[in-house]
Every structure is written in C-alpha cells, then in structure tokens.
C-alpha cells in the first residue's frame, strides 16, 4: 500500500514539473515577444525624429532660398532674372536645358539635385549651422537648397510704373515662376527629406526707382 502510493506521489511530481516548464516557456515567450514590440516602437520613434528633422532642415532651406530669391529682385530693382542651365546667373538655374525650348529635356543638374542622395554639388548650403545643435537635434549634414525657373511666362503691355500711373508703353513686363527645392538629412544621415515652394515674381523691364 505504501509502495504505491509512493508511486502516485512520483508521478504527480513529474505532471508538475511538465506543467511547470510549459508555464515557463509560454512566460518567456510572451516577454520576447513584447521586448520585440518595445524594440520595434523605439525603432519607429526614433525613424519619426528623424524625419522630423529632416523635414525641419528642408524647410528652413526653402524658406532661406526664398528669402535669396526676393532679396536679389528686390535689391537689383527687378532687373531680369533668368536661370541658366550652369546657373551662371545668381546660381539660378533654368528647369530646362534650353531656357525657350519646351521640348528641352530637364536640366540634369537640377535633376541631380532633386535626387534623394548627397551626390549634388549645385545646391546652396544654408548659412545656420544645423550640425552643432544640442539636444538630439543636430542634423547630418548642412540643409541645401536650388532656385530653377520654370519655363512659363505672362508678359504685360507696359512696364510697371506705366500700369501703375496709368499710361501704356515703354516697355514689357513679365510674371516668372521660379521653383525652390529645398533638400536636407535627418540626424542619422538614413533619411533625406525635400520641400518645395513656388515664387512668383514681376519683373520689371524699367527701374522702378
């Protein structure tokens, strides 16, 4: 009688023990699979700063190529300004091989430019340091930006002032559109982000001092 009990009580052990080690698995199991999910949400977290500041560092680069672009107008009294396909103007450069001809391919230093990588020596290096920011929130490289004219034009009979005083002739003015592409990374250097804004500008055939 005693034996078999002793024989009962050796097999419950063993059941508790099988038990036990299931338990022990599922357990281990359900702690991979949510340190995989901690792991996998600080991946994404840290991929959304970093578009983030990509995306702040393109921005800041439009913004500063817009800021050239009506400058330049401004402090030149509206004289033309034209892009050239080598940019040989003020570093703005035309969209098109052939500033006239429409059926030009694209300029393929713009093209170049415009290419999600850092291999383009065309664009302007904003003038903020944007490598030495403190706070987790230094950038890779400088933010660039590139200043094309499209190849679009509406020209108007007489010049500004003529318009403004309400005569005609003396001259032409002409509305241009020109496209800014700012282009920056994120902090890690795995993300490039690019922005883009269109200025519109009259420029006038006459000064209009």
Do not use: C
């Not at 022990?24 to 500041?53: C, D, F, P, W």
């Not at 500063?64 to 030149?76: K, P, Q, R």
């Not at 091989?97 to 429409?102: F, P, Y």
């Amino acid at each position: 009688m005693n034996n078999q009990n002793f024989s009962v009580i050796k097999r419950q052990q063993g059941a508790a023990l099988a038990v036990g080690l299931i338990l022990l698995l599922i357990i281990t199991l359900m702690g991979y699979v949510g340190m995989k999910g901690t792991m996998l949400q600080e991946k994404m977290a840290a991929g959304l700063h970093n578009r983030s500041l990509a995306m702040a560092g393109a921005n800041s680069a439009v913004r500063a190529g817009e800021s050239f672009l009506y400058n330049l107008i401004d402090s030149t009294n509206s004289v033309q300004a034209r892009g050239t396909p080598s940019g040989s103007f003020f570093d703005l450069y035309s969209q098109l091989t052939s500033v006239k001809d429409l059926s030009a391919p694209i300029n393929p230093i713009v093209k170049l430019f415009k290419e999600r990588n850092w291999n383009s020596a065309a664009g302007t290096v904003h003038a903020n340091d944007f490598t030495t920011s403190t706070y987790n929130g230094a950038l890779s490289q400088q933010p660039q930006y590139i200043i094309e004219e499209l190849p679009y034009e509406l020209s108007f009979g007489g010049s500004r002032n003529d318009r403004l005083s309400g005569g005609g002739g003396g001259g032409d003015d002409e509305q241009k559109v020109f496209l800014v592409t700012g282009k920056s990374p994120s902090g890690d250097g795995r993300t490039i982000v690019l922005v883009q804004s269109m200025f519109t500008a009259i420029i006038s055939s006459s000064s209009t001092n």
